[in-house]
Structures are given as C-alpha cells and as structure tokens.
Antibody, heavy 122, light 107 residues
Framework: EVQLVQSGAEVKKPGESLKISCKGS????????IGWVRQMPGKGLEWMGI????????RYSPSFQGQVTISADKSISTAYLQWSSLKASDTAMYYC???????????????WGQGTLVTVSS | EIVMTQSPATLSVSPGERATLSCRPS??????LAWYQQRPGQAPRLLMY???TRATGIPARFSGSGSGTEFTLTISSLQSEDFAVYYC?????????FGQGTKVEIK
C-alpha cells in the first residue's frame, strides 16, 4: 500500500526557518516524482514544486521559485520542504503527493500525504 | 499560466440526485485534466485523470468527460460521503494549475 506520512504541525515566528518532511513507503521511492501543494486557510490548492528522489532533479512553480527549497534523502525515502525565513503569509496546510508518471511535465497527483499545518505568528 | 474556472462555486444537491460540475481552462489542455475530491479536514483524493479515467478504487457513480477547454465531472447518485469540495487540475502546460473548487453540499 502506497503511503506518504508527513511530519506534524508546526508553530513558528516570522523570520524563523523550518523544514517539514514526507516519508514514502509501499513503493520504490526513487522511481516517482514527489510534489508539494499549498492550501491556505479556506482556499484552494496551489502546486509548489516537485522533486525526483532518484537524482534530486527539482522543478518549481514560478510562484514559489526562490521562496522555498525542496529536497529529498533517498536513503530514508523522505522528501522535504523548507523555508529559510518564514512570513505570516506562509501560514497554510502543506501536502506532499506522489506523481505516477516519469514525465515531469505531463503529470498529476495520485497519492497524497495527510498534510502538515504550518502556522506563522508573532 | 492557464486559468481554470470551475462552476458553480457551490452546488446544493439532495442525496440520491445527480450532480454535474464544470471545469473550463482558459486554453486547451487536451485531455490532461484531473479531478480531486477533498472532504472536510482531509487531504485531497484523486478521482479522475486523463479527463475520464477513474482512479483506483473510485466508484462507478463518478464519471468524467470533455477535452480541450470544457470538462465535466458527474456524480450519478450522490451518497453522503460525496459531499465535499471538488477541484480540477490541468497538467498539460507548465505550471500546472488548479481550479478554485466546487463545494457540493446537502440540499
């Protein structure tokens, strides 16, 4: 059974750094792209970026390029999303999700993590 | 960037009735369109991809149709667990974009 298990909720202050995680199991982690999706409170879904854990090839949505860093550690089947300096506007639920196809350009999300709630407040 | 417009924003339907949701991309996305369901407090779940292919485990009462710039998700007979928010996503053009969602509520 494919599973993506995300790290727990975080409460941070503006300016702090943060790294959240997403551990995959039940499939060959290095053979599938993993993506991150933001959902701000009461709002819709926004795709942030994707990574291929096999070689760490990473692609970002233009809206999130330079704002976050996506990485992966294939030795422990875990992908990460990190911020160097959080803002209040980063408050949101963040989901990781697997992409079923090898072609990163034509792809969608077939399995989702449970989400990590990030709250940034002074 | 392709803008995805979903309508209506809210759909009030009685259990057992049919629901029809619309998704219109601002330019053609061929058949590279997915639908997701998000129940309250839960992560999204893939329903459809390729516009009309049901994902694993999705009941047959869900069907998708369309291509280009006009797509429809139909739920033939609404069950209690189907009351949720539904999102479409195009994956034909980079960056991928989602619609703003249609909330299906109990009438």
């Amino acid at each position: 059974e494919v599973q993506l298990v995300q790290s727990g909720a975080e409460v941070k202050k503006p300016g702090e750094s943060l790294k959240i995680s997403c551990k995959g199991s039940g499939y060959t982690f290095t053979s599938y792209w993993i993506g991150w999706v933001r959902q701000m409170p009461g709002k819709g879904l926004e795709w942030m970026g994707i990574i291929y854990p096999g070689d760490s090839d990473t692609r970002y949505s233009p809206s999130f390029q330079g704002q976050v860093t996506i990485s992966a550690d294939k030795s422990i089947s875990t992908a990460y999303l990190q911020w160097s300096s959080l803002k209040a506007s980063d408050t949101a639920m963040y989901y990781c999700a697997r992409l079923p196809y090898g072609n990163y350009r034509i792809n969608f999300f077939d399995y989702w993590g449970q989400g990590t709630l990030v709250t940034v407040s002074s | 960037e392709i803008v995805m417009t979903q309508s209506p924003a809210t759909l009030s339907v009685s259990p057992g009735e049919r629901a029809t949701l619309s998704c219109r991309p601002s330019q053609s996305v061929s058949s590279n369109l997915a639908w997701y369901q998000q129940r309250p407090g839960q992560a999204p779940r893939l329903l459809m991809y390729g516009a009309s292919t049901r994902a694993t485990g999705i009941p047959a009462r869900f069907s998708g149709s369309g291509s280009g710039t006009e797509f429809t998700l139909t739920i033939s007979s609404l069950q209690s667990e189907d009351f949720a928010v539904y999102y479409c996503q195009q994956y034909n053009n980079w960056p991928w974009t989602f619609g703003q969602g249609t909330k299906v509520e109990i009438k």
